[in-house]
């Protein structure tokens, strides 16, 4: 899903799809950014970059428990491998 887009949705469109209101979601996002920061989970490493950043493994995640969707249609909406998506869910 293209990031500008989620913030283009009115507040019921988006509490439908993710479960939470706009402004719940950029506080999980700011503390999830926080916690990851600490435990230096965002730290450059050597290889490849990450496919998604720490906004949309979010949306994914909240969208998945939401709508109970399976890692293949979570990787079809927010293009990104099947492997992928499980490791942003389980994570």
Known sequence: MDIHKLY???ASTFRRYFGVLP???AEIRDE???YME???MLAKKAGRPRKLNV???L???LHGKKEAASLT???INFWV???TAHRVVVK
Request: hydrophobic residues 35%; charged residues 25%; without cysteine.
């Open 8 to 10: 283009s949705l009115d």
């Open 23 to 25: 402004d719940t979601f």
């Open 32 to 34: 999830v950014q926080k």
């Open 38 to 40: 600490q435990k230096g």
């Open 55 to 57: 906004e949309q493994a």
């Open 59 to 61: 949306a994914m995640t």
């Open 73 to 75: 249609t979570l990787a």
């Open 81 to 83: 491998s099947k492997s």
